[in-house]
């Protein structure tokens, strides 16, 4: 059976936060925190 390697909490977040993706990909979200990009 195979070991899975725990991450070291100490080292911080594994994964990018959310929000920076979606305003990477769909820019800054609107007032109501809506991410709709340029189509909305």
Same mark, same amino acid.
């Given at each position: 059976?195979?070991? /899975? #390697? /725990?991450? @070291?909490? *100490?080292?911080?977040?594994? *994964?990018? @936060? #959310?929000? $920076? %993706? !979606?305003?990477? !990909?769909? +820019?800054?979200? &609107? $007032?109501d +925190? %809506?991410?709709?990009? &340029? +189509?909305?």
């Amino acid at each position: 059976m195979a070991e /899975i #390697e /725990i991450p @070291d909490p *100490e080292a911080g977040p594994t *994964e990018t @936060d #959310e929000a $920076s %993706v !979606l305003a990477e !990909l769909y +820019g800054k979200p &609107d $007032s109501d +925190g %809506v991410y709709a990009g &340029d +189509g909305a």
